[in-house]
């Protein structure tokens, strides 16, 4: 540990990161540090409260909440993320701004700082990528996008990553996000072929699902009516706001349906529509338990996906020790810490004049 | 607003602000913003849920824990700070270390970070100087320092700001904290007499009284019996968990008790120890009906201060302002912000030959 200095990590720093390692590689060890988290879980040395935050309705509508997790005698990582749907129309953002902190659990040190949205859409696509793992047909090949936003593109990555993809099948109520995809997925360099559709279809005749939408509070389901083969599984990402839902009550009674953290998806994900009993065991059970699960794949499932902070503790972990490996990164003396530490203004000693 | 960049401030930033501004005028200009805030404060319009955190015991004892506020259609900001008695002595840090972060409520985007080690001292200081202001003698010319680690220093540098001091007496049960402090004092410039002295010395002699101690959780309080001036003003700026008290109930009772944030000091303050019933009127309430409680400057009064965050969103704003207009800082583009906003992969597009 340098206890004075605080890595951080810009933009162009984890994009650095991900060409120097390989955006493939950088993905497959994602989703296998995840697998691993998963299965190594043990809620008494990783705790993990339900997130917390602001929300507010207005011109500007949006949230900005914090995601802590403690790893005992360890780390505290904790995700500050903001929600603000009218970004890419309104400001030329992206929906998900954020950014990722680490602390030293022996002193309180802020060990780094790394960006949260390009990490952000990265650990929800490897999210999505290990319950389709547990939960989807491995014969899955046709993949459906349901939203076609920034997070599409990592659905689309980690999925990949895990199945071999033929086709997909794209639809969003904002013809430019389905019109752009194509080009915006071309250096993934997949062999794979893209065709809009419309979200029967897509329900229809897909393997796996993905709803990644920013449809406002009170105006889900996305759609009212389905028939989908018997083995659909859907990544259900969008959903993270009391009132936000994208899935239909009636397709998640007739579907297992596992929270990534049951909890939080009875307040926030689209385990709020459902009773207790309708709510399936979590992925992180489900992956401590995978044979018993297998059945499963045969099934139609729902990954109700509200986002967990022991992603976000694992994505930035892989990256602050790439960084390590290729230096990237900037260390910046950050806290206030002198070779005094009874004195805040130790400063003052330096200077022969002073301004008072 | 510049929506891709952070503005960060360093250590070596602050300091060089309080160096430019001065840092009598920086401690002026914070007393002076916090009482108008105080004044003007409506808690529809700053929302301040009561902090919360992870704290742990062990090996390193300590806690970790996020103070977020949202100032309703203009900003949230968040401290992160970390409270680690062990680390002046086992590490060489400070006690508190911590940071401090700004969120533009229009997108979520992250305007700044800023050392939080300072400034946390510095707006303590000031809140003490405030709430003595309001419940101390205006003839106030002897301060006791109960605990002479480095909030103390600041304590007097505020509490000088406000009173005309005569004499400093202190005490601390580390003998190098009591040796040091007026060799820590000295570039303040202050025409004061600092004497060492015991508790129960201190208690009997001074006007104003601060007790800014790192004792544990279930070992206070610090003195039992006692003997005060009728006016005794005490600022109680250590208790801030659950278990950890300075003063004892007795004096409590006898004394009129003034939170910073009444629900918060119920679980982690002086207030802690009381009944609804023997809680006094906050120091917000009081700031905004002065005349009303007049009275209170000739009574024993203790102001609770556990640490609001409100006081954190005033001396980060300070610090930005003055950052600007001494052009200092460093902005970086931390969030990963691209041309194209549903692209969360852009920067691949950059690259003619990419690693997979």
Redo the contacts between chains.
Sequence with gaps: MN?ATTL?L???D??TI????????LMDDLINRLSLEFKNFDKEKS?I?IR???N?T???P???E?M?I?K??DE?V?K?????PK??KT?????????I?S?D??????KG?V????LT??RTGAASALASKYLASPESSVLGLIG???QS??QL?AISRNFKLQQVLIFDKDKD?MI?FES??R???LDINVEIANINYILENCDIVCTATSIDVGEGPLFKDFITKPHLHINAVGSDFPGKIELPLSLLKDSFVSPDFVEQAKIEGESQQLEDIDIGDSIITISQNSDKFEYLKKQRTVFDSTGLALEDKVVMGLFLELADKFNVG?K??????S???????H???K?IS???
């Design positions: 206890k951080i810009t933009s162009s984890v994009n991900m060409m120097e390692h390989g955006f493939n590689r705790i409260p917390s935050g602001f507010y207005g011109q500007f949006g949230l900005v914090w802590p403690h005992v005698n505290v904790i500050i993320v903001g929600y603000h970004n890419p400001f030329n953002l992206p929906t998900i701004l954020s950014s902190s602390y659990t022996r002193t309180g040190h802020l700082l960006d949260g949205v390009l859409a990265l076609c936003g920034a593109v990592t990555h996000a752009s915006r997925i250096n993934l360099n900037t910046v003396r950050l806290e206030n810490i070779t005094d530490v009874r004195n805040p203004y400063f003052l000693e200077h002073v301004k008072v």
